[in-house]
């Protein structure tokens, strides 16, 4: 039997179609609409069993009325402009204790001032972070909630019902309030990023520097798929190497053109990492390798003037085994940092980030989701506050595999094969273990040219150097 819906959603894209019938499959009946009305025909045409509890709608006036209030309104659209424009236009058709959804890749400051101009409103406002592309959409994603815990108590039970489930543990959580959410997913994607990253980096020691046809790399990953990295990304990595282009019968990866897109959330966690003064260099090198990947006239050019940087790795290469261990340790050196990330941004912006749930959800339904992340809850659930790599069984590994990682950038640098998300990873796990740094030499810098002062050794309080007063 139908009944009035008592949830909408706008924006019927990848992930809004997959999400609106997530959403029905989970018992819901609900009012669908999208700029072009087409896309909402085909789309409820399209939905089978699912298309009853569907009504589609082709004016947002008649979207709003299709609902019964108080009303629950889910935004599937690009991030930027169009939640403003669809939050404007909804404003006059909404009723008291209606609330709109965010749930775009929206910039956490925007949603932020979203919430704030939301509260002088009679309707409410969050937003929430949704990890897992078009099949987590529809089968069950990772969500990460920004709200009061008023709104989480009035959205849990619907976003639980959709969500992935870990060991039947919802992976959707409360991350504290306002912009927190979209925060979080910001920091997850930065992280994918970075996991990519290496994973093309190690890839690319298999490719360049050994040879290796894509399906032998398909089956590297496919085995360590079954060790300590089984994730999805590792998972598809494989899948994609295997796959064969149907048009040239070459493999897939090879007809690839060498230019990575982007849409923002991994170049926006490099910026805000920067603002909060918390080293990432992983994620940082992950977003430039993007950027420098998308220069290709440049390369093209460098690589005629200078000559392909690009040489086989020297002798054997470097074992599988050895990757693995390099992939292992660049992986935990990026979660730290991430979480390091997090901690900062909770104290920054007075939210109490569950760190041990952050990573609870993310162990299944996002794109980051991997084995190692229910360890990860586990040892930020034991050592509260602590950085992730003096926590078991990362201490150990890191131990365990910090060898792999550095045989393997020392061979890559003499092969010229860029590896820069797995440097950067082992450049700062060298830093954070370094009693005495250069930054002396820094710090006599800035006092010879600006007399900012230092600190010394000797603890005398004797803040600038003999070159005080000097005139060159
Ligand atoms: N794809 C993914 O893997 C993921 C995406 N996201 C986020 O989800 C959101 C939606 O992404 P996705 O589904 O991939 O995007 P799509 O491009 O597939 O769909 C975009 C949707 O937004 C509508 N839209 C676009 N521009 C406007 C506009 N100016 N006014 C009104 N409607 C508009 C489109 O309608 P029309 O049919 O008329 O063009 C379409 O319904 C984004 O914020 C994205 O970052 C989050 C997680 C994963
Ligand atoms: O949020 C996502 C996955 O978690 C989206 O797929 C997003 O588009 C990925 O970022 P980019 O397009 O910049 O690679």
């Known amino acids: 039997m139908s009944e009035q819906p008592q949830v909408g959603l706008i924006g019927l894209g990848t ?12 018992g819901h009946f609900l009012a669908v609409y999208n700029r072009t009305g087409s896309v909402t025909d085909t789309f409820v045409q399209t939905a089978g069993d699912l298309a009853p509890r569907l009504t589609p709608t082709k004016t947002l006036e008649n979207f709003v009325a299709a609902i019964k209030a108080p009303r629950v ?45 939301a509260q002088n409103e009679k309707f409410g406002f969050i937003g929430i972070g949704v990890s897992g592309g078009e099949s987590g ?56 990023y ?69 849409k923002g959330t991994g170049r926006w966690t490099a ?34 003037y200078f000559g392909d940087a690009q040489k086989a790795l020297e ?8 990757l693995e261990k390099a992939l292992i340790a660049g992986k935990i050196l990026c979660y730290a940092q991430g979480f390091e990330m997090l901690a900062a941004a909770a104290t920054h912006f007075g939210w109490d980030l569950p760190m041990p749930a952050i990573a609870r959800v993310w162990r299944e339904g996002c794109i980051i989701r991997s084995d190692m992340l229910n360890d990860m809850a586990t040892a930020l659930t034991n050592n509260p506050g602590d950085n992730l790599i003096f926590a078991e069984p990362f201490s150990g590994l890191l131990k365990d595999c910090e060898a792999a990682l550095r045989d393997t950038v020392i061979a890559a640098t003499k092969a010229g094969i860029a590896v820069p998300a797995l440097a950067a990873g082992l450049s700062w796990f060298d830093s954070i273990r370094t009693r005495r740094t250069s930054a002396n030499m820094i710090q006599a810098q800035r006092d010879y040219f600006g007399a900012h002062g230092f600190e010394r050794v000797d603890g005398k309080n004797e803040p600038h150097g003999p070159w005080a007063g000097h005139e060159d």
């Open 137 to 192: 959409a529809r089968h069950g994603p990772s969500i990460m909630v920004g709200g009061t815990e008023a709104d989480w108590a009035r959205v849990a039970p619907m976003l639980e019902a959709i969500s992935a489930k870990y060991d039947g543990t919802p992976c959707a959580s409360l991350m504290g309030p306002g912009g927190a959410g979209h925060f979080v997913k910001m920091v997850h994607n930065g992280i994918e």
């Open 15 to 26: 992930m809004g179609a997959a999400l609106s019938l997530n959403i029905a499959e989970k």
């Open 271 to 304: 910026i805000e990492a920067q603002q909060l003064a918390v080293p990432v260099p992983v994620i940082e090198a992950a977003v430039a390798a993007r950027n420098l990947s998308a220069r290709l006239d440049t390369r093209q050019r460098g690589a005629e």
């Open 315 to 322: 002798g054997e290469g470097i074992a599988a085994k050895t």
């Open 73 to 117: 309104i889910i935004l599937m659209v690009p991030a930027g402009p169009v939640v403003d424009d669809h939050i404007d236009a909804l404003k006059p058709l909404l009723g008291p204790d209606d609330l709109i959804i965010d749930a775009g890749n929206a910039n956490f400051y925007d949603t932020e001032r979203r919430a704030k101009r």
């Open 194 to 262: 970075a996991d990519m990253q290496m994973i093309a980096e190690v890839y690319s020691l298999m490719r360049d520097g050994m040879a290796y046809k894509a399906p032998q790399v398909a089956d590297v990953f496919e085995n360590w798929n079954k060790g300590r990295l089984a994730s999805y990304l590792i998972e598809i990595s494989a899948k994609v190497a295997r796959a064969e282009d149907p048009i040239s019968g070459n493999a897939m990866l090879d007809v690839i053109l060498d230019k990575a897109g982007q």
